[in-house]
């Protein structure tokens, strides 16, 4: 058994990075109306888009041509590093967020000693809160799951799944039901049915947008859950969910609001913009701002919530930067990211579609995008080795955005608060210290 660690409750005076978080500055703007005072916070919507940076936020302003909504609700910057790298991978960056220490890349919910740590989630159930996880990945992915499960390896979702079918988190929605099937219906579990063991334990299951939006009556007040599992493994693209039965990020989002509000206690739930993160490490940038569109949109669900209840916060906070993105490419003066509005598919779905000379290279792209390629940028696609990485850096550069890695970076993230308290988050501090800001708007012991 590991020993666990509890999760740390600030006093009011706990200074973080030679900011006194409990102390709001009275002279800083507080751009939402709201967040000063010590109203206690009785729900709180944790929001991370996955890969998400400063950079990305300024490309998706020129994508959408306004604003978005969390532009007006920026607080601080935080650094991402983990305990044994510069750069931090998602496991560890999620246990951070969600423990308030740090640990090493790949480890969910432990420390570098192998102790257990508390998460906040699971603190907030111990306050009697409900809980929830809503993902576009795997629910077992390394975010969601380091709210929720401890393991030594985020590779370990079998484990995962099993640990979160029996952490009373009261709704979770995503991806990877395979990982809670067993290999005779086509699973990754050697034998365990997940779904029919957390059916057992009071969750409805519902596997299609139409039973989500149809899962009205879920009472969490009487121990009542839901389980959606859309996909066997992660969710679609947003640019190509149109194709599927798969419910948004926002309607997943609003479903789990509509559930957890019941619970007259409060809830801690947990939201992930998964996938802006793959599209950074395929440097594929209209992948990445059509997610981020759909991960907005959720958001502005979650603040519609918060603006409703009056006791609601709202946190927006990536986990890391990931591929470097850049705002400009090829010394152009004009940001142009606009242009991937006409983008209909990821740069990995063209690549699959080109013959195998590649002789249809303008054809596939055409269609996908509505460019009419050069002859330079035509010879570029045939004559790459990795066709994907080819039509994504052509995409890219037509909207001006260039990408210095496929890997994470160590980029600071900015944080973005709506809500009671928000001002708790002003200044720059560590990740570590978002849990604790967290848990002491929420006041938990």
């Known amino acids: 058994m590991f020993k666990k660690v509890g999760v740390v409750a600030l006093s009011a005076g706990l200074v973080l990075s030679g900011l006194s978080i409990g102390t709001a500055d009275a002279a800083k703007p507080d751009w939402a109306g709201q967040g000063k005072g010590n109203q206690k916070v009785e729900n709180v919507i944790y929001m991370i888009p996955d890969g998400f940076s400063s950079d990305y936020a300024a490309n998706y302003r020129v994508y959408k041509g306004e604003n978005a909504i969390w532009d007006d609700h920026l607080k601080g910057m935080f650094t991402t590093y983990s305990a044994d790298s510069d750069v931090t991978d998602s496991a560890a960056a999620g246990t951070a967020m969600a423990t308030g220490e740090k640990t090493n890349n790949g480890v969910i919910g432990l420390d570098t000693e192998g102790n257990e740590l508390q998460t906040i989630l699971e603190a907030s159930q111990e306050e009697g809160k409900a809980s929830g996880l809503v993902a576009t990945s795997t629910i077992s992915h390394a975010t969601p799951a380091a709210f929720a499960s401890h393991v030594e390896s985020r590779n370990n979702e079998t484990e995962i799944s099993r640990q979160l079918v029996d952490s009373d988190?009261?709704?979770?929605?995503?991806?990877?039901?395979?990982?809670?099937?067993?290999?005779?219906?086509?699973?990754n579990q050697e034998e365990l049915n997940l779904i029919e063991q957390a059916e057992e334990n009071g969750y409805e299951f519902v596997e299609t947008r139409d039973e989500l939006l149809d899962a009205t009556d879920i009472d969490v007040e009487e121990g009542e859950r839901l389980l959606g599992l859309f996909a066997d493994d992660a969710l679609a693209p947003e640019l190509h969910r149109s194709e599927t039965e798969e419910p948004s990020l926002a309607e997943m989002t609003g479903t789990a609001i509509d559930v957890l509000e019941e619970d007259k206690d409060g809830f801690f739930l947990v939201v992930e913009?998964?996938?802006i993160d793959w599209a950074g490490h395929d440097n594929d940038a209209a992948w990445a701002m059509s997610d981020v569109a759909a991960f907005e949109a959720a958001v502005e669900a979650a603040i519609e919530f918060a603006?409703?209840?009056?006791?609601?916060?709202v946190v927006v906070a990536g986990d890391h930067d990931t591929g470097g993105m850049t705002t400009g490419s090829n010394g152009q003066m004009d940001l142009n990211a606009a242009v991937l509005q006409n983008v209909t598919a990821t740069g990995e779905y063209m690549a699959a579609q080109l013959n195998e000379d590649r002789t249809n290279v303008n054809e596939v792209v055409n269609t996908y995008t509505g460019f009419e390629l050069t002859e330079e940028e035509t010879q570029l696609i045939q004559q790459a080795s990795d066709a994907k990485l080819a039509i994504n850096t052509v995409v890219?550069?037509?909207?001006?955005?260039?990408?210095?890695?496929?890997?994470?970076?160590?980029?600071?993230?900015?944080?973005?608060?709506?809500?009671?308290?928000?001002?708790?988050?002003?200044?720059?501090?560590?990740?570590?210290?978002?849990?604790?800001?967290?848990?002491?708007?929420?006041?938990?012991?």
């Open 169 to 187: 988190v009261d709704v979770m929605l995503g991806g990877g039901k395979n990982n809670f099937l067993p290999i005779s219906e086509g699973g």
């Open 273 to 275: 913009g998964s996938q």
């Open 307 to 313: 603006e409703e209840d009056g006791n609601t916060l």
């Open 396 to 445: 890219s550069d037509r909207a001006t955005i260039g990408w210095t890695s496929t890997n994470h970076t160590g980029a600071d993230i900015p944080v973005y608060v709506y809500g009671p308290q928000s001002d708790k988050f002003v200044g720059f501090y560590d990740n570590t210290d978002l849990p604790k800001i967290i848990a002491e708007a929420m006041k938990l012991k």
